[in-house]
């Protein structure tokens, strides 16, 4: 199975996500770069976290334009996988590959911290690897992810099922105490309707390492990496 | 007539920052007078920021070799190994006036400068920290507006370049109201195959310039440094400069491509005195000439002069010294990542330093001449206080009747209580590579992919060296290197910055001259040589007077296996405490005289350097051997401050007795030098307390962590301290943010 990190200028956790992919999971994979629109043949793209285009503007909205977005749009137009990971959840909202948008922290300083996430919803190709209700530590660091997304939408999502990760205390509760950014319905990780493409602010590739004594986010690449399989051995 | 026009000409150099002798001596180097232009390449550069006029003849105290000593002063870093044929390279930097009269981008470009540094050296930066210095966070108004902007500054730049930020110190002081500190201290690694220098080798080899456009800003920074602030050069803020995390961001990746190629033989960064100071240090090393024409600098602004293109300190620049031939190649790898490379000179073998405007030269001295400023031996007097604070003797204040509120109050201290408040806009994870994050003695930065990893801290003590200069700087090395030992870490070596007032005045100038003896006795007792540092000097203000003399230490030190690494907290109740070295009735200089009786005064404690490596030796002995589960410094606020924030961080309790004959403020409070507290095992309690015995270090099994929430301290069977856990939790994690919500 063949990985993609998508490199923008400023993408300051490409080499993150590169080294759990291949020391951690020991997969192949490969830098695709933002002005080029060939993502070759990669089985799954992850958009890593950063401040690409120095969030000029607003975070990922020029990088969002990029030559490469539109092979990303097609590639999971076509049911790839792809995944957003802080400021690579920015842009896939800017690109409205996943609905809502992500507004400035409530307290308004960048935060960053080791954060408790209740899984809400492990059966999809992103969360296989945990049980729905289970608590993992996975630091966040981010100025703008309070996520937003109108009322109806929001119903929506949670009557689909594409809350994947919320923001809780680590007994698992749920509340305003325990969201750090202020987040509607504490939401820290969501899926596209048809189940392929993810955003989430935590971030996984922080927690893949036991070295770094923080190794609950390794589960997303692993789910992922299962899935690929699975569906590599049913073709 | 001619008296007038000597008035005139004597108020330009004067008015460019040079004296009447050095304006003498400069036209005996160059055989005639000054033009505009070259007046401006003396003035920047025989400043103290450039030329450490007032410091370097001091700096013959320093050891500067050593057996991991890769690279000394004198280039962009030092440079350490790290086995493997791997180093790190890392050096401090002070922002110091910038950052009083403009905080967020005096910060901010304070970090993008010496990152720089580190990548000039053709390291990839690894590690952010930031030593702080403030007066009181509780004071609402301008001091409480410097340090949000101050820290937003250092966020938003290291946050946005991709840097870890995973520690420093925040320290805080009615010295530093009206002139704050920040220093900001940058770590490198690379193979030692990868090391660069900035050096202008091969004659017809091209300058070029690369990265931001130049422009007005940061007009003479080198010389505002080189001054008191007060009202007047408040006008001084054109000298401050703006930063663009995500262009140096760029730079990182272009440079690092580029020198994967082998076009360049010189980098150096664009720091003080920018394009000038920049190449006259690789010609200089060369013993080179070189020729630039500031037409072809690519600039921001219309009609600059040639002086500002020269000393403009447009942040983001470096210069790159590069192979004839090679330069469309560069400039291809600069290109791709939406970079300019430009050609602006080229090395030559004359020994001038030439500066041309279109083809035509317009200045023109020789390269070692700006080189070589002029340095001052001032006189050196004794501070008038310290005849008074010497007299303090511990029976002048009497012991507090509540000693369990007094360390609530002590663990509520801006200098002791939890930074979280400030680390958490810090992203201190990026990269990977934080194995110990902000909060612990030391930072523990791993290299990847290997067994290994890098301490890395940052240090001081103003108080202390303001009570006595010498002991006083001695002991943050000591503390520096304590810090990295009980984090796991061999201590290599350090870079100094030395914050001072204005050397000039006598007193001033003997706490610069006695702290840097001070520190490098440290230094050669503990083996860790000085590879490079900073000065910072001229630190007072007409209203607030001089800062306490600050030297800053960063240390770094090598954690040979990840399996060493070793922290602060408590980690299992049952576990056996031990304490290490004598407790002496030292209360002199404490943060207990000065938060809890308003006292700064008294002499500093103690230091026997010789035992302290001693004891350091064994610590790092015993946690390589894996019989220590905690390991904690005794620090600020003496063992009851230690022993609370095993327990906080741990979330246990402890029950320690000691049988000490000295007053009980002094044993909670006082602050006796190389003193650690572990804790162990039961298995592992005989064989520390045996290697004790057998190193000499005095070792005292006091107690045990428990699991009941309470935190007890009895000494010669009398209960001094019986306390809840969570009270001192709370105390210790909510004042920061309290403090900085007080509405007085």
């Keep these: ?235 | 007539m001619t008296e007038k026009k000597a008035e005139m000409e004597e108020k330009i150099w004067r008015k460019a920052g040079l004296t009447d002798s050095e304006y003498e001596l400069l036209t005996k180097h160059m055989g005639r007078e000054p033009n505009t232009v070259e007046l401006a390449l003396y003035a920047q550069m025989w400043s103290e920021h450039c030329g450490y006029t007032h410091t370097r003849p001091l700096f013959k105290h320093f050891l500067t070799t050593g057996t991991r000593i890769v690279q000394g002063p004198g280039e962009n870093a030092g440079i350490v190994d790290i086995d493997d044929d791997e180093v790190i390279t890392f050096k401090l930097e002070s922002h110091n006036h910038p950052s009083a009269i403009a905080p967020f981008q005096g910060a901010a470009t304070g970090v993008g400068g010496i990152i720089r540094d580190i990548l000039a050296m053709g390291a990839y930066p690894i590690a952010s920290l930031n030593s702080l210095h403030f007066g009181h966070p509780g004071e609402r108004g301008h001091t409480r507006w410097l340090i949000s902007e101050v820290i937003h500054g250092i966020g938003e730049y290291g946050n946005c370049v991709g840097v870890p930020t995973v520690g420093g110190e925040v320290r805080f002081s009615d010295a530093y109201k009206g002139n704050p500190l920040v220093n900001a201290m940058c770590v490198g690694y690379m193979k030692k195959s990868e090391i660069k220098k900035a050096i202008a080798t091969g004659v017809g080899n091209s300058l070029m310039i690369v990265g931001n456009l130049t422009g007005r800003d940061g007009m003479g920074g080198a010389s505002f440094a080189s001054k008191d602030l007060d009202e007047e050069n408040d006008e001084d803020r054109g000298a401050i400069q703006v930063g663009d995390p995500f262009m140096e961001k760029l730079l990182i990746e272009a440079c690092l491509e580029v020198f994967d190629k082998d076009y360049v033989v010189g980098v150096q960064d664009m720091g003080a005195a920018g394009i000038l100071s920049s190449s006259v240090e690789t010609a200089s090393k060369a013993g080179n000439g070189v020729e630039i024409d500031v037409a072809l600098v690519p600039k921001r602004e219309e009609a600059m002069r040639p002086e500002e293109v020269m000393i403009s300190e447009s942040q983001e620049r470096m210069l790159l010294i590069v192979k004839k031939g090679t330069e469309d190649k560069v400039n291809q790898i600069f290109h791709k990542w939406d970079l300019h490379a430009v050609v602006i000179g080229q090395v030559t073998d004359d020994g001038m330093y030439r500066v041309l405007e279109d083809g035509k030269t317009v200045g023109e001295v020789p390269v070692w001449s700006l080189m070589d400023a002029p340095t001052y031996i001032l006189d050196a007097e004794e501070p008038a206080h310290l005849a008074e604070t010497m007299k303090f003797k511990n029976e002048d204040v009497e012991v507090p009747a509540d000693l369990n509120d007094t360390l609530l109050k002590l663990l509520a201290s801006p200098d002791i209580c939890s930074k979280t408040w400030v680390y958490r806009q810090y992203d201190h994870r990026v990269q990977m590579n934080t194995v110990v994050k902000p909060g612990s003695d030391a930072a523990i930065v791993r290299i990847k992919g290997r067994d290994k990893a890098v301490g890395i801290t940052m240090d001081s003590n103003g108080r202390y060296c303001y009570l006595n200069p010498k002991r006083g700087a001695a002991s943050i090395v000591a503390e520096s290197a304590r810090n990295q030992v009980v984090s796991g870490a061999e201590p290599i070596a350090i870079t100094d910055g030395l914050n001072f007032g204005n050397p000039e005045r006598p007193d001033v100038y003997y706490q610069l001259e006695q702290s840097i003896i001070g520190l490098s006795d440290a230094c050669r007792a503990l083996n860790t040589p000085v590879i490079g540092g900073n000065a910072s000097l001229y630190n007072q203000t007409p209203e607030f007077g001089s800062i306490y003399p600050t030297p800053i230490i960063g240390m770094t030190g090598l954690v040979k296996s990840l399996d060493h690494v070793m922290t602060p907290e408590f980690k299992d109740a049952g576990d056996f405490i031990i304490m290490l070295g004598e407790t002496k009735d030292e209360l002199g200089a404490s943060e207990y005289l000065d938060r809890i009786h308003g006292l700064v005064s008294g002499d500093v404690p103690e230091l026997d350097l010789e035992l302290e490596a001693k004891s350091q030796q064994y610590v790092l002995e015993i946690i390589r051997k894996g019989l220590v589960k905690s390991a904690h410094d005794v620090g600020d606020g003496g063992i009851s401050v230690a022993l609370a924030e095993s327990c906080i961080q741990g979330k246990l309790g402890a029950d320690i007795s000691l049988d000490v004959d000295v007053r009980d403020d002094s044993l909670l409070f006082g602050e006796t030098q190389t003193r650690f507290m572990l804790s162990v095992s039961e298995d592992n309690l005989d064989a520390v307390i045996d290697l004790a015995a057998e190193k000499g270090i005095e070792a005292a099994v006091v107690g045990r962590v428990n699991d009941n929430t309470r935190i007890t301290v009895n000494n010669n069977n009398k209960k001094l301290i019986d306390i809840s856990l969570d009270a001192c939790a709370d105390a210790f994690n909510t004042a920061f943010d309290k403090l900085m919500k007080t509405s007085n």
């Design chain 1, 1 to 235: 199975m063949k990985w993609g990190v998508l490199l923008f200028p400023g993408s300051n956790c490409a080499d993150d996500c590169f080294h759990v992919i291949d020391k951690v999971l020991g997969q192949p994979v490969t830098y695709l770069w933002h002005k080029d629109t060939d993502l070759g043949d990669v089985d799954a793209i992850i958009i890593p976290g950063g401040f690409s285009y120095g969030d000029h503007l607003r975070p990922g909205a020029i990088a969002h334009l990029s030559p490469a977005m539109t092979s990303v749009k097609e590639f999971a137009r076509n049911g790839g996988l792809v995944i957003g990971i802080c400021n690579g959840f920015q842009i896939l909202t800017e690109s409205r590959m996943l609905p809502g948008s992500l507004l400035q922290n409530q307290g308004l300083k960048f935060l960053c911290m080791d954060q408790t996430l209740k899984v809400d919803n492990a059966d999809t190709p992103f969360t296989s690897a945990y049980e729905s209700g289970d608590v993992i530590v996975c630091p966040i660091a981010h100025n703008e992810g309070n996520y937003y997304a109108a009322p109806d939408t929001i119903a929506e999502m949670e009557a689909n099922g594409q809350i994947l990760f919320r923001y809780c205390n680590p007994d698992g509760e749920v509340s305003n105490a325990t969201n750090p950014n202020g987040s509607v319905n504490s939401i820290a990780g969501i899926i596209n309707k048809y189940g392929n493409v993810v955003g989430m602010m935590p971030h996984p590739e922080r927690s893949s390492d036991k070295d770094l004594l923080l190794s609950d986010g390794k589960g997303v690449f692993v789910s992922m990496l299962k899935h690929l399989e699975a569906k590599h051995t049913e073709s």
